[in-house]
């Protein structure tokens, strides 16, 4: 917010809600992301999934320096969830 110049009350009053309302929102959407995150964590650590070396530098460029950390969190996540959506 502010990075475009609003504060918490202009941006609660642009959604028609009060700023209670908003950290109650933001504060259900990050519970909920930490449990679909540590639910996802169980599964690829039950179903040994890992991500190897190779697959980070596929989504590599010589332009773009990516974090391996970031990168082997997201690829873990991607396989995750294809293997759940192929059960």
Do not use: H
């Not at 809600?17 to 964590?41: M, S």
């Not at 460029?61 to 192929?86: G, M």
Request: glycine content about 2%; proline content about 3%.
């Amino acid at each position: 917010l502010q990075k475009v110049g609003l504060t918490i009350e202009n941006y609660a009053a642009s959604k028609n809600k009060t700023v209670p309302q908003i950290i109650q929102e933001y504060r259900q959407q990050l519970e909920n992301d930490l449990k679909l995150d540590l639910i996802l964590n169980q599964i690829a650590d039950e179903e040994k999934i890992v991500v190897d070396s190779e697959e980070i530098k596929k989504i590599s460029s010589p332009n773009q320096e990516i974090d391996p950390y970031l990168a082997t969190y997201l690829i873990r996540q991607q396989k995750t969830i294809e293997y759940l959506t192929s059960l």
